[in-house]
């Protein structure tokens, strides 16, 4: 149960990651996503079999303590934003910020929940399948958010830096998203700590997440 309840959040905090580049891209005159049918929460147009399954089933498995995955990318065309490098920054960011949202929305629930809880008697195991969603509520999307701040393409944080080199350099940049992630996960395997960098903001915002839930106890 704990693994479909990890998928399941998983899944729909990617969703809601690329429908905000999406809808952002949109809003900045970039047209491509929404005639691809991508602004939606239907799951089944973002998913990718790699990350939003496989991934995240094997990491869970390893037991490792390490956990994220991915959707399809939004097909963007920065081409056709009304202002292309601030354009392009906000759309990188759009995901990130939807994630925080959905971290901050997890977190009132679960004080509602604690709150309910003193007021009302839940069936059995209703109350814990529903504390352990928004615990994994909270936690995967302070990952997913800091996780794609990491300046690695094609990460969202990527594309913030690749505006702040020369032009040469920042195509250089860009052409090795294609071993991004192969990289990422090789420094992440291989390089001792590399992790701290994206849960220490993590656990972090956690302990302020868990504060606020105190404050209503």
């Known amino acids: 149960m704990e693994a479909f309840i990890l998928i399941i959040v998983l899944i729909a905090s990617v969703v809601v990651h690329e429908v905000a580049h999406a809808w952002q891209a949109l809003k900045e005159g970039d047209r491509t996503a929404e005639q691809l049918g991508r602004i939606t929460l239907n799951p089944i147009p973002h998913l990718d079999l790699v990350g939003s399954f496989i991934v995240p089933i094997l990491l869970y ?4 303590g390490i956990f994220f995955g991915w959707a399809k990318p939004v097909p963007v065309n920065p081409e056709n934003y009304r202002e292309y490098v601030a354009g392009d920054i906000r759309v990188s960011l759009a995901g990130i910020v939807s994630n925080l949202i959905l971290a901050a ?3 009132v629930l679960m004080t509602f929940l604690v709150l309910a809880q003193s007021a009302f008697v839940f069936p059995p195991g209703m109350a814990d399948f529903a504390f352990l ?8 999307n302070l990952v997913l958010a800091f996780f794609n701040l990491v300046p690695i393409p094609p990460l969202d944080g990527s594309h ?6 020369p032009d040469r350099l920042a195509r250089q940049y860009r052409h090795f998203g294609q071993y991004g992630i192969l990289a ?3 420094i992440i395997y291989l390089v001792p700590g590399a992790l701290t960098v994206v849960f220490g903001p993590v656990y972090f915002l956690r302990e302020i997440s868990d504060w606020f839930i105190r404050l209503w106890i």
């Not at 498995?61 to 490792?64: A, E, K, P, V």
């Open 105 to 107: 929305i997890s977190t």
């Open 133 to 140: 969603t928004l615990e994994y509520g909270i936690m995967i």
């Open 61 to 64: 498995l390893s037991g490792s």
């Open 184 to 186: 990422l996960m090789g």
């Open 160 to 165: 913030v830096i690749a505006h702040a080199m």
